[in-house]
Structure formats: structure tokens, C-alpha cells
């Protein structure tokens, strides 16, 4: 291994620029002449729009123009979409509500976007907004998803009746009802899987900018996914054909998922540049705005059973959930709780028979979409809130009754559409016990109970399904795009590389972990590899990053282009070295001619390509650039045994996090110093569901958690140190074998918490997050077996 | 407007600001030094540290012309004649920052908490002091890591 390759713990490339303050966001970035968008949102959760009075704001000092939902439907601007279709069980599709850029008619959640001012400040644009007049016609707020779809409930969207979306189903219910007739026992939780609001540091922001010469337009925007915003832009939106909009994500300050959807704010300053006579119209989200538009995250109510035989043998498994999709769906809000959970309600598990029913609703709430992990944290909730509280009930180890119920055999087909390919569940939960000292564990939880504390363990075993791909199966699933990813590898006349590719990097590190990969196979040093992305000019398209994809998918397409580069400066080598190309070999960086002392590095190979002096072009193009698609064969399966051990305060009901394990089987890593990174990171996310985080509005739809004041980030000292170790099966379905690790630490974090918790206070459930006072609530059996 | 002067990273800078101009919109859109950052509107998460007068401030919650007149110190001037603070070295090395958008601010951070706490910082002391400053990415740990170590060699 060489000290940038593959498995080397190589300090991160673009690290320089961020800590000399030196990063580029979208908001560091200043267009001559531009002026500034502010967005007049709705205060009402639920209110019809009679009239929007714009003439005194258009008069305020400094202001271009003032633009509303009637302005926009006028220029034939059209509304922001879902990306995903999804039936109902009686095959009719889901009901989607429209969802413009500015509000037409009426408003659906507090923060909508009612109209844009476009003035030379952000004090001009902010008190001219002061001047808008909007009679509204205020209507009950529909605020409880569960409510929601009860007859009478307010309807926020006319075509979905009973504010409902869709009623989905997967599996057999028929099969699944038999088993648990059959069944020994049969474990009920019902569970709430409560709204978190991602919180990127970086707020986003967009700055659109029309070019009236050219009738081209671009945007700079805080985005996880250009290529896929600039298609939806202009395929959907119809502001623009893609050859005429160039989309431009920069460094971006971390997305969590919530920088994949497309947002009404971009497009509208993109549409209100050309409006506002060519002038580039920046807007930056506020922490406020952020708490009321971006999408959140989860908020699944979901009642769940297990079924097991006498020896604590799986039968089967049952879930019906409701999924609250907020006011309006997200772009690909309705594959979130049926795609990218249902599929994953298996677990680590041999359970032959498997029922999910999910309805999602609308309600007067900001819209709710992918977060860290999408589904799969929601599922493994469910699965291993189940496990453990089966165990507990049949008085066997909760671990003992994971290892009975273990998948050993690969490829694995479940009965809910996924086929896992390789993994060894037991090598990772034996690892983590080890570490952990389960053994130990009634000895630490004796001497916690001496000074006052109530200490308890809990594990999560959590699978996820990564890649989200081929593009032929979520087609046929319900995508609107293929989700394979593009590389271009440009080779320069003095060897140096750049690698244009799809993926997009807001804090994972792919600068360095892409050029490890080059570095690799190309033997030439990390640091002669540049990496291009976020820019819809300079690569010519890409699906982005999310789902944990950008290794087994962007890196492979990477991979794949690699070999076409190799395969060519075989062919110019030989022609150089006058020898067969059958007999040129390439290793560390060199070819050579087998049998003779014949070499010539990577780099003279580069200029001999670009020279084109010893090799026919008839037969050989000169230069050395290559590019590929690649379209995975199958999702990958990353999954791994988390346990955590925690200490209540009894007095107090405070939760301290004191160990924390984690053996994850991430198949094989490119930077391991990376890829703990993303697992510390996405642990601390899902500790802060747990214990600290919850998005709460009040029953008229008025957000009581719109600021750090009330939403509670977990902050440093809400967390341990984290103690990791890995063990490796490889991911057969992409040749460097690797599986994705950014979205693993947060879908195992909250269940290994709550276990550990309802362990610690013998109760079956705490509501999240385990804040001291829902702790203390749940705490009074023991005061009163007290007194 | 009020004209205000001030020593940013040991140069004179002066400009006319509002009366309600944030010492963080003087810095980012007056002088054009954009390492400062804005994450929240609360003075919460910390992205804004600077230090005025060698301390730590969060510069979304000072007004520009109450700085009039003094020292501040921002994240591009830590680097001295093209060598890094061993602050900023150790968030490298410890790979304490992923998206960078917290960074400048913990760092900034950091070495306000090395001046008041010492060198040899434990870690409970270092998570406690950093409760003012909120990463999404990194769960802390290795920021912990990180000033620890950059502690030791400043």
C-alpha cells in the first residue's frame, strides 16, 4: 500500500482551504451588480390567499421588483415535483398536490413562500417586504399526521381525500397473518420515529443570475446534486433548456439529504434575475428560514409486531405506519417510507414472512423527505426495538436472540424485494461484544447502581441497502431517474490527472478519497490528482451524492474509466516501445515490456499520447481522456452491531452516554481515517434523535422549535469518545468492493440508545427524544415502588 | 454612516457602516474576509468566533462599531508567513472538520480555549467549553482530538 492508495490513512486534500478560511460557499460568493432576494413567508399554518397588495413595496427605496404566485404562474413558471411515483394497494397513483414556486392560492405551512422582493439590500428588500398586503382567509390547521385522515380533518391539498397520499403495501399479508396465528408469541410496540430538521451548518442559499445577451442563465446553489437540479429546473419547472442553464454547486457546508431536493427558492432566483432586468439575485436562508423550509426528516408513527415460535425462532413480522410527508411533496419524499424502508424491515433476520402497510398523509407542516439514512434508520427502529424488547419479553439475551435468528448464508433473498449479497452478522456482533465487555456488563450496572445511577446496554444491528441502484429496478420501483453515476478521467500531456465526475463532495472527502483511488491505479501521487464536481459545465452529467453512493457507485464509474485509460497507454506504450502489446505490462506506475529492461513511466506515456509521434492515428486517437456510466447490478449492504451503554441520573432523569462500540462492515475502505469520520458523525446524529433533537409545532401548525434556542443540537458534551473497529465482507456487485459508510452511524445510533435506555429503566418505551423530562416520566413506577 | 477603523489580522482597516451593521457583515462584506461564517441567527453554533482584543467572541453578537478601534482576529490571519497555527495543523491532521463550514470557527475557538484552560487540556474540559459551538458532521470526536493535540503544540 503506498502512502496515498487505496486503504491509506491520507490527510485530507481539501482540508488546506478550510482551515485557512479559504472554503467557498455559495454565500462567500459576490456577483458584480447583485442585488438581493428576500422571501415574504406565510405566518398561517393553513390560510386561503384572497388578495396580495404589492404596489407600496414595488415604490420602497432600492427595490427591482416584487413577484408573486401570479407572477410566476403568468411567465408559465412551473411547480417543483416529486421524483418518485408510488401506487396504492389499489393501483391508483399517488395524489400529489401541486406545489408552485410561490404560493397561488393558498398557503400550506408556515414559511411558505408567499412573494420575493428583489432590492438592492437586504435592509431595502426586508423592509419593502413590511409593505406587502396579504388578506388572507385563515382555515384549520391539519397538524397530526394520525388525525389527518380522519373524516372532517382540514384537507390541504384538494386532491388527496383525507389528506391522503398514498395507501402502499409490500409483502404478503396473507402468508404474514398465517405465521402469526401460528405463533408461540407475539411482541407489539408502537413506535414514534419523531421529525428532526437536518441542520447543514451551511444555511442554503442560491444566487441566480440571467444573461440576457445569451438568454443563459446560471445558478450557484448549496446543492448535493447539480446535474439532477438543473434537469429538473428545466424539464419540469420549464424555466429554461439544460444547454441554457449552467448549475454550479461550490463547496457546500454539509447536506444530511437535505441539499437533494430542488427548492422553489432556487428557481425563483433564477426567474427573478431575467425579471429584474439581468441583475444577479442572491438569497441566504436565515436559521429561522432553514427550521421552516428545508425538509425534515422521519416522523413515522408506526405500530409493529414480531412473531416467534417457542424457541424464539422468527415467523414473521407486521408494520403499519403512518408517514407524515408535510405540506407538499419533496422531490423524492414518497420512496422514503416505502422503498427505502420496507425493504429493509428484514433486518440482519431469516424472517420468512413479512407485511408493511404505510399510508403517508399531508399535513400543515414543512415538507418531510430524505434525512441521513432515509428510511433505513426508520426501519432499523423498528426491527431492533423489536428484537430486543422480544427477547426481554421471552427472557432470553437480547443477543442470543439475534444469533439464532441470523441470515449465514449469501445471496439471500427476503420476502420484501431485497437480495442481500454478502455480510457476516456474527463476526461483527461477536467483535462488538467483545469490546464492550458484555460479560461485564451486571458488574458496571452493580456499581453505577451504588452511586445513584440506572445503567443500561443496548445493541442495534442494523443492515442498509446503499447505492440505490440498478436504475432498471428503482425504475420499475417507481424512480423517475436511473440512478447510475458518470467519471471522465483527462489524462494531461505531463501526466497529471483530472477526474470530472457526477458525484458531489460537502464534507465526505472526495478529493482525497478519489484521488487515493487514482493514485492507486495509476501509481502517481494523490497530489497530481485533481478532482472536479459540483458544476453542471465541467462535467457533463452526474446523479450527485446521497444514499451513501459515491463509493460503490461514482467511485467504480471512476474505476471503469480508469481501465479505458490503461487499455489506450497500453497501445501508445507499445507502439513507443516497439513491442507487442500483449507483452507491455502495467505496475507501480510504469509499463514495461515483458522479458527486456524496456520501461516507460505513466507521465512519458501521457505526452507520447498527446505527441503522437510514434504510434498511427489512424488506429490510435491522440490524447488520453476517457469517460463511463456505470449502472450498479445491485444495491450493496453495509450493516454492522452497534451497542451502547448509558447511565440515567434517577433524580434527575439525565442520560449520560458512557461506552459506545461500533463494528461496521463498510466491505473494503478506501481512507480509514475518512471513513470513522463519517461513522463518529453519523452516531452523534442519531444520539441527537434519541436523546436532544424533535421538530414540534403547536396544534394551529405554529413551529415552536425554529431556532437553537428550541430545536437542541447535540452539542459536544451530550456525546462520548467512540470506539470503532470494522470487520470486511466484500461487496461482490462492484470490483473495488465496497459498500457506503455515511449514512450507517445514523440509522444504528437511536434504537442501540433506546434499548440501552428502556434497559436501564425496565420500562418497554420512552418517547424520543429521551429528554430528562420524557426520561423522568417514564421513571415513576420506580418512584413509586419507592415509597 | 458612522466611519469605524479597526486592526484586522494585524492590518488598519477602516469603512462606514450602519449603526446595526454585525461585526460579521463588516468582516465578510466590507473586507472581503469570507472564512467567518453565519449558521445561525441566535449566536449559537459558533461558526462566527473571531477573537477582539485576543477574545473569543462570536462576531454575529458584537456591532461593528463597538469594535471600533480594536484588535480582531480572524481565521485567515492565523497562518504566519505560509506556516500554519498548530491549531489549525491538528484539525488536519486529527481530521477534525469534514464540510469546513463549522471549522473556522471551532478552530478560532480552540485557541481562545488553550489561552484560558492551559495546554494540557483534558477532554471533558475541552467538550465543555466547546458547548457554544455546534458541528453537524463530525460528532466531535476527532475536533476533541484535535484540540487536544493542537493544545499541546501551541
Redesign the interface.
Known amino acids: 500500500m503506498s502512502d496515498t492508495g487505496i486503504g491509506a490513512r491520507m490527510?485530507?486534500k481539501?482540508?488546506?482551504?478550510?482551515?485557512?478560511?479559504?472554503?467557498?460557499?455559495t454565500?462567500?460568493i459576490n456577483l458584480p451588480g447583485q442585488a438581493v432576494g428576500y422571501f415574504l413567508r406565510s405566518p398561517h399554518a393553513h390560510a386561503e390567499i384572497k388578495k396580495i397588495d404589492t404596489r407600496k413595496a414595488e415604490k420602497a427605496p432600492g427595490v427591482l421588483c416584487v413577484l408573486t404566485g401570479e407572477d410566476a404562474a403568468a411567465d408559465n413558471i412551473g411547480g417543483v415535483i416529486c421524483g418518485w411515483m408510488i401506487h396504492s394497494k389499489d393501483g391508483s397513483p399517488m395524489k400529489a398536490g401541486p406545489h408552485p414556486v410561490l404560493a397561488q392560492g393558498k398557503v400550506r405551512h408556515v414559511g411558505d413562500q408567499v412573494a420575493v422582493v428583489v432590492a438592492h439590500t437586504s435592509?431595502q428588500a426586508k423592509a419593502a417586504a413590511e409593505l406587502i398586503n396579504v388578506t388572507y382567509k385563515v382555515l384549520d390547521a391539519n397538524v397530526d399526521p394520525v388525525a389527518s385522515q380522519k373524516r372532517g380533518a382540514p384537507q390541504v391539498h384538494d386532491v388527496a381525500s383525507r389528506n391522503t397520499v398514498f395507501e402502499w403495501e409490500l409483502g404478503d399479508k396473507a402468508a404474514t397473518d398465517a405465521a402469526f396465528s401460528s405463533a408461540a408469541h407475539v411482541t407489539t410496540l408502537d413506535l414514534v420515529n419523531n421529525r428532526l430538521a437536518p441542520?447543514?451548518?451551511?444555511?442554503r442559499a442560491a444566487i441566480g443570475s440571467y444573461d440576457a445577451g445569451e438568454d443563459h442563465y446560471t445558478l450557484y446553489t448549496t446543492s448535493q446534486n447539480p446535474h439532477v437540479a438543473r434537469l429538473v429546473i428545466s424539464a419540469f419547472v420549464g424555466l429554461a433548456p439544460e444547454h441554457k442553464l449552467r448549475v454550479i454547486a461550490p463547496?457546500?457546508?454539509?447536506g444530511?439529504g437535505s441539499k437533494i431536493f430542488i427548492y422553489a427558492e432556487e428557481v425563483v432566483c433564477l426567474w427573478a434575475s431575467r425579471r429584474a432586468g439581468g441583475v444577479p439575485v442572491k438569497w441566504v436562508a436565515?436559521?429561522?428560514e432553514a427550521f421552516l423550509t428545508d425538509a425534515n426528516g422521519r416522523d413515522h408513527v408506526t405500530r409493529a409486531e414480531l412473531a416467534t415460535d417457542a424457541n424464539g425462532k422468527i415467523l414473521g413480522l407486521r408494520a403499519k405506519t403512518i408517514a407524515n410527508m408535510g405540506a407538499y411533496l419533496s422531490t423524492f419524499a414518497s420512496s422514503v417510507p416505502t422503498y427505502l424502508y420496507a425493504t429493509l424491515l428484514s433486518g440482519q433476520y431469516n424472517i420468512p414472512n413479512i407485511y408493511a402497510e404505510v399510508d403517508a398523509v399531508y399535513t400543515n407542516t414543512s415538507p418531510v423527505d430524505a434525512y441521513r439514512g432515509a428510511g433505513r434508520p426508520e426501519a432499523t427502529y423498528v426491527v431492533e426495538r423489536l428484537m430486543e424488547t422480544a427477547a426481554r419479553e421471552l427472557n432470553m439475551d437480547p443477543a442470543e436472540l439475534r444469533a439464532r435468528n441470523f441470515i449465514n448464508s449469501f445471496p439471500h433473498q427476503t420476502p420484501v424485494i431485497m437480495c442481500y449479497d454478502a455480510g457476516d452478522y456474527s463476526a461483527s456482533q461477536k467483535k462488538a461484544m467483545e469490546m464492550i465487555d458484555y460479560a461485564g456488563f451486571e458488574k458496571r450496572k452493580s456499581a453505577a447502581a451504588r452511586k445513584g445511577k440506572l445503567r443500561g446496554i443496548g445493541f442495534s444491528n442494523y443492515i442498509e441497502a446503499c447505492g440505490i441502484a440498478p436504475s432498471a429496478a428503482v425504475g420499475s420501483l417507481g424512480a423517475g431517474v436511473g440512478l447510475w453515476e458518470s467519471a471522465e478521467v483527462r489524462v494531461n500531456p505531463v501526466g497529471t490527472v483530472e477526474i470530472l465526475t457526477g458525484s458531489h463532495s460537502?464534507?465526505?472527502?472526495h478529493e482525497t478519497t478519489f484521488a487515493q483511488l487514482v493514485s492507486d491505479r495509476l501509481g502517481i501521487p494523490a497530489d497530481q490528482v485533481a478532482i472536479v464536481h459540483g458544476d453542471t459545465d465541467k462535467v457533463q452529467f452526474g446523479m450527485g451524492t446521497y444514499g451513501s453512493r459515491s463509493g460503490a457507485v461514482g467511485m467504480t464509474a471512476i474505476s471503469k474509466a480508469l481501465d479505458k485509460i490503461e487499455a489506450k497507454a497500453k497501445k501508445v506504450a507499445a507502439h513507443v516501445m516497439e513491442a507487442s502489446e500483449s507483452d507491455v505490462e502495467f505496475k507501480d506506475g510504469s509499463f514495461s515490456v515483458k522479458g527486456t529492461d524496456k520501461k516507460m513511466a505513466f507521465g512519458e506515456v501521457a505526452l507520447s499520447a498527446y505527441v503522437a509521434h510514434k504510434f498511427p492515428t489512424s488506429e490510435i486517437e491522440p490524447g488520453l481522456k476517457e469517460g463511463a456510466f456505470h449502472d450498479p447490478t445491485n444495491f450493496t449492504f453495509p450493516a454492522g452491531c452497534h451497542i451502547c451503554e448509558l447511565e440515567v441520573d434517577a433524580d434527575t432523569g439525565v442520560t449520560e452516554i458512557v461506552d459506545w462500540v461500533a463494528v461496521d462492515d463498510f466491505g473494503n475502505i478506501i481512507n480509514p481515517?475518512?471513513v470513522?469520520?463519517q461513522v463518529?458523525?453519523?452516531?452523534?446524529?442519531g444520539v441527537g434523535q434519541a436523546l436532544t433533537e424533535a421538530v414540534v409545532y403547536d396544534e394551529g401548525g405554529q413551529l415552536l422549535t425554529g431556532?437553537?434556542?428550541d430545536y437542541c443540537?447535540p452539542?459536544?458534551?451530550n456525546?462520548p469518545?467512540?470506539r470503532l473497529d470494522f470487520t470486511k465482507t466484500e461487496c461482490p456487485s462492484n470490483p473495488l468492493g465496497i459498500k457506503g459508510c455515511g449514512e450507517a452511524?445514523a440509522i444504528a445510533a437511536p434504537a442501540a440508545v433506546m434499548n440501552a435506555l428502556t434497559s436501564a429503566l425496565g420500562v418497554k418505551d420512552v418517547p424520543m427524544p429521551a429528554s430528562p423530562q420524557n426520561v423522568w416520566n417514564a421513571m415513576a413506577h420506580l418512584r413509586e415502588a419507592a415509597e | 454612516m458612522p466611519a469605524i477603523s479597526m486592526t484586522v489580522n494585524g492590518e488598519k482597516v477602516c469603512g462606514e457602516v450602519?449603526g446595526?451593521t454585525l461585526l460579521v457583515e463588516f468582516i465578510?462584506n466590507n473586507l472581503g474576509?469570507?472564512?467567518?461564517?453565519?449558521?445561525?441567527?441566535?449566536s449559537?453554533?459558533g461558526?462566527c468566533v473571531v477573537h477582539v482584543d485576543g477574545k473569543a467572541i462570536k462576531s454575529c453578537t458584537a456591532l461593528a462599531v463597538a469594535c471600533d478601534g480594536a484588535s480582531v482576529d480572524?481565521?485567515?490571519g492565523?497562518?504566519q508567513n505560509g506556516k500554519?497555527h498548530p491549531m489549525?495543523e491538528a484539525?488536519?491532521?486529527h481530521?477534525g472538520?469534514?464540510?469546513?463550514?463549522?471549522?473556522?470557527g471551532m478552530?478560532m475557538a480552540g485557541i481562545d480555549i488553550v489561552k484560558r484552560k492551559g495546554k494540557k487540556l483534558k477532554?471533558?474540559t475541552?467538550?465543555?467549553e466547546?458547548?457554544g459551538?455546534?458541528?453537524?458532521?463530525?460528532?466531535?470526536?476527532?475536533?476533541?482530538k484535535a484540540i487536544q493535540a493542537g493544545a499541546a503544540k501551541m
Open positions: 490527510q485530507r481539501e482540508d488546506h482551504r478550510f482551515i485557512t478560511g479559504k472554503g467557498r460557499y454565500d462567500d435592509a441542520n447543514a451548518m451551511e444555511p463547496d457546500v457546508g454539509g444530511f436565515d436559521r429561522s460537502h464534507g465526505q472527502g481515517m475518512i470513522e469520520g463518529h458523525g453519523g452516531i452523534a446524529q431556532s437553537y434556542m443540537m452539542r459536544a458534551d456525546l469518545s467512540f452511524g | 450602519e446595526r465578510r474576509k469570507t472564512g467567518t461564517h453565519v449558521g445561525c441567527d441566535t449559537q453554533c461558526a480572524t481565521i485567515e492565523l497562518a500554519l489549525q484539525f488536519r491532521e481530521h472538520l469534514q464540510c469546513g463550514f463549522c471549522t473556522p478552530i477532554e471533558e475541552i467538550r465543555e466547546l458547548e459551538n455546534i458541528c453537524r458532521c463530525t460528532g466531535y470526536h476527532n475536533i476533541v
